[in-house]
């Protein structure tokens, strides 16, 4: 079965600093990964995802990912904070033979942005 | 192009009674999900659908049921409402089935609150 952690239910950074969400996976398979945004009221939209095409993936918004097999994490990066990042962030597995369609979230991640 | 559409936006039941959650996916995509997002977790999977056909069902009880149309839209019902079903119910599409890593696309979501 295939499992995600997010460390740090609530984060806060300030404006400009860097973003850090954290995420580690379990899978007997290997994964693809996924990181959602959920902005107050909105359903999920896709930030990035790993397919094991290459281990460092941009996103949108400029957003990326790095795939660390040796550590298990997939850990969601910004260089510069912006006021519109405040969002709730989710980190998704699913098994890289069924697709997306079943995917299992974690807990989430609430970003908060100090002007 | 419209996005996934979900109607109605909120709904309020008492405990005991049936409710129907309706969703339009995307122009031309086949596959329908749908998940159960309580407050404070990430969205569980409850179904999926492709071609009308059932493909995956999560760990729901036999109340939660749903169905795909020849239009691809799809229906969730939940019988027998209790209190703990409350949650943000989210409908995603997609293209196809069995694609990894092919990209979720989600509605807004039904508020569903039961008193």
């Known amino acids: 079965a295939q499992s995600v952690t997010q460390l740090g239910s609530h984060v806060s950074v300030s404006e400009g600093a860097l973003v850090l969400l954290r995420c580690n996976y379990s899978?007997?398979?290997?994964?693809?990964l996924f990181w959602y945004v959920q902005y107050p009221n909105q359903g999920l939209q896709l930030l990035l995802k790993?397919?094991?095409?290459?281990?460092l993936v941009k996103g949108i918004n400029g957003f990326e990912a790095e795939f660390k097999k040796s550590e298990t994490s997939f850990h969601l990066t910004k260089p510069s904070a912006h006021m519109s990042d405040a969002a709730e962030y989710f980190c998704a597995v699913t098994k890289s033979n069924f697709g997306n369609e079943k995917l299992t979230f974690g807990t989430g991640t609430r970003l908060t942005i100090i002007p | 192009d419209a996005g996934v559409t979900q109607s109605p936006t909120h709904l309020i039941k008492t405990r005991g009674q049936q409710v129907t959650l309706r969703c339009s996916p995307i122009s031309g995509h086949k596959s329908v999900s749908w998940y159960q997002q309580v407050l404070g977790q990430g969205p569980q999977f409850i179904f999926q659908?492709?071609?009308?056909?059932?493909?995956g069902r999560g760990n729901f009880p036999d109340r939660f049921s749903a169905r795909q149309f020849p239009n691809y839209s799809s229906e969730l019902n939940v019988n027998a409402l209790l209190l703990g079903d409350s949650a943000l119910y989210l409908c995603?599409?997609?293209?196809?089935?069995?694609?990894?890593?092919?990209?979720?696309?989600f509605g807004s979501g039904t508020q569903l609150s039961v008193l």
């Open positions: 659908y492709y071609e009308k056909e059932e493909r």
């Open positions: 790993y397919t094991s095409a290459a281990t």
């Open positions: 899978s007997s398979v290997p994964p693809y």
């Open positions: 995603a599409s997609s293209l196809a089935l069995d694609r990894g890593g092919e990209k979720l696309f």
